[in-house]
């Protein structure tokens, strides 16, 4: 509606103080079951023709100062047709879809990469992931690369809260994960294109480790050997 988002933003930030208890969020059940086991890798064997992977990395709660690094990189691995991964793993033939993810909780959040493919081609499609995050660590992205991120993730943004429930979807979505401060949409934006090189590669380099990485594989999981990050 026709509304100031600055000052629905700061009506937000006095709320959220208001419900706050205690910073020091204890983890939910599902993540310390994860970290205390160790257990990084799952699979679960169904009589399909194709496996499912679900692989990434933990890395901030909602809020935190990385999560638009994040985004951008999420957008650079997976956002549009001519993003890195999908011509990775796309044009070969490898795969008919690959989409990347962020997403940010109270006291952790992930980066997440999803894909299908025949089984032959599974250790083709890890390969070429795991080739692109030592790439992201190693080689700086060029700016013209950057540039078209932004204006991508930027764009896709804008359209996703053009509704009224979409737009407060995204103000609550804040205020749910005991985010210190609600910003608005403009904010968020402004935030995303202060991103530059040197802060991808010293995010790439903190979140992409091997100790840091899980995966989930479901479908014809019997006698596969996957190569771990």
Do not use: C
């Amino acid at each position: 509606g026709d509304f100031e988002k600055e000052k629905i933003a700061e009506i937000f930030n006095s709320l959220i103080e208001k419900r706050r208890v205690d910073n020091k969020i204890q983890q939910s059940p599902l993540h310390t079951l994860i970290v205390r086991k160790n257990k990084r890798v799952n699979s679960f064997n169904i009589q399909t023709e194709t496996i499912n992977i679900s692989l990434g990395f933990s890395t901030v709660p909602k809020g935190h100062e990385d999560e638009h690094t994040l985004d951008l990189m999420s957008t650079i691995f997976g956002g549009g047709m001519g993003s890195r991964l999908r011509r990775s793993v796309m044009e070969p033939g490898y795969t008919y879809s690959i989409e990347t993810h962020t997403e940010y909780l109270s006291d952790t959040g992930y980066f997440l990469i999803n894909f299908t493919t025949e089984k032959k081609n599974l250790e083709k499609v890890l390969k070429a992931v795991y080739e692109n995050f030592d790439r992201l660590k190693n080689e700086p992205v060029k700016k013209l690369d950057l540039d078209h991120a932004k204006g991508f993730f930027s764009g896709q943004l804008k359209i996703n809260t053009e509704t009224t429930y979409d737009l407060s979807m995204f103000y609550s979505s804040q205020v749910f994960s005991n985010s210190d401060e609600i910003i608005s949409l403009g904010r968020k934006i402004a935030k995303i294109n202060r991103v530059d090189t040197k802060a991808i590669l010293r995010a790439a380099r903190k979140y992409f480790q091997p100790k840091n990485f899980y995966l989930t594989a479901v479908g014809n999981t019997e006698k596969l050997k996957i190569t771990l990050y």
